[in-house]
């Protein structure tokens, strides 16, 4: 059997959830027998993209702010013509390298636009070969809702010219794509459903604590992180309280919150056995992405979810009213954190029952994999 080479482009610019869901597809990849080359192109996160397959890392870019509103370097110096075209014809030369079978480029066109200047040039590249590669996007189940007129034709312009293959990484159980993207029904391209892409399930807790606070990347959860030093410090109750700051918080400020913390909050910048501390926590605090919620539901535990909202940002907030609603988590908006709003929404949370069973289907990951071979098997490749 042919061994496939897959192209894999994945750019986080605010947070690590993009980068981590496209790492364990990318591990799914490579366990199936694939050929798996991951392009990375932002701020470095130990351990991703991960083990047994290649990386390529552009000159790293993140974004501006939490409204996505431009590109800078890794010291905020926004990017210039030169330094996008540099990046760019390294992105098309790892292209040609490859020669993939199969491109898989996540996020665009339904979110990244920030990105064209080498997304288009590598779909132009990608039509050019002979024989041409299967092309597919991986996205999430619910998406970014755009609000600027044009945006959504744009996009399904560019999916129907150019592109075989959607990968939306939900269960169509919980949520489908048109929930979030109203032109979901012109899309002419086949529309696959992986699963959830979450973790392996993990082994148990080595350590238990009652209130598990964690910030996903970090670079977008700092009134969280606050308020939680507070709500610890003013809480008159023996509870064992851990936060986790994420990676990207600046040092000066994560020594700044470790000096503050009260004796009952053990503070960490980040947890390789987060997955385990959820199975044995009596709560989760958390935002609402993707793969914190995914590991959520994996653990089964009660959970509190703070959905990002700044910026305009919609996703989270879609999420975490959605599992409200099925009974798996209990939510406080953005607006309403406090230190006393969040310690009152904790105390409710643990007062409340434990959530119910789901039937979510989360092996994401592994599907993905067996979806892309049995579309390859069929699929006759324009030469």
């Not at 990386?55 to 993140?62: D, F, H, Q």
């Not at 080595?206 to 209130?211: A, I, K, M, P, W």
Request: glycine share 8%; aromatic share 6%.
């Amino acid at each position: 059997m042919k061994r496939l080479r897959a192209f894999f482009y994945v750019q986080h610019l605010l947070g690590i959830g993009h980068l981590a869901r496209a790492s364990r597809i990318a591990a799914a990849l490579a366990d199936d027998g694939f050929d798996v080359t991951v392009v990375t192109g932002a701020t470095p996160v130990a351990g991703f993209p991960g083990p047994g397959v290649k990386s390529v890392t552009l000159p790293p870019v993140t974004s501006g702010d939490e409204g996505f509103s431009g590109l800078v370097d890794l010291q905020g110096k926004p990017v210039d013509d030169d330094f996008k075209t540099r990046r760019c014809g390294m992105l098309l030369q790892a292209f040609r390298d490859c020669r993939p079978d199969i491109v898989i480029v996540e996020a665009f066109p339904f979110g990244r636009r920030q990105m064209r200047f080498e997304l288009l040039p590598l779909i132009e590249a990608i039509d050019a070969m002979s024989p041409r590669p299967l092309l597919t996007t991986s996205v999430r189940d619910i998406l970014q809702e755009r609000v600027k007129p044009g945006r959504n034709e744009e996009t399904v312009d560019l999916v129907n010219r150019h592109f075989d293959l959607v990968m939306v990484h939900g269960d169509p159980a919980f949520a489908t794509i048109d929930k979030t993207f109203p032109l979901a029904g012109a899309i002419r391209a086949e529309v696959a459903y992986t699963g959830l892409v979450a973790a392996p399930p993990a082994p148990a807790a080595s350590e238990r604590f009652d209130v598990l606070v964690s910030v996903g990347g970090g670079a977008a959860g700092k009134s969280l992180v606050r308020s939680t030093i507070a709500a610890a410090h003013n809480a008159d109750n023996a509870w064992k309280w851990c936060l986790i700051t994420g990676p990207n918080l600046p040092k000066d400020e994560f020594d700044a919150i470790s000096r503050d913390a009260t004796p009952g909050l053990s503070i960490f910048r980040f947890r390789e056995d987060f997955a385990s501390l959820l199975t044995g926590a009596r709560l989760s605090v958390s935002q609402a992405g993707y793969n914190t919620v995914c590991d959520v539901l994996r653990a089964g535990c009660r959970s509190l979810l703070v959905p990002f909202a700044a910026g305009g940002e919609t996703e989270q907030t879609v999420r975490a009213l959605m599992l409200e609603e099925l009974g798996l988590a209990t939510v406080l908006a953005e607006k309403d954190l406090t230190p006393e709003g969040l310690a009152k929404a904790i105390e409710q949370a643990l007062a409340g029952p434990k959530p119910a069973a789901h039937r979510l289907d989360l092996e994401g990951a592994r599907r993905s994999a067996q979806i892309l071979r049995e579309l390859y098997r069929t699929w006759s490749p324009k030469t």
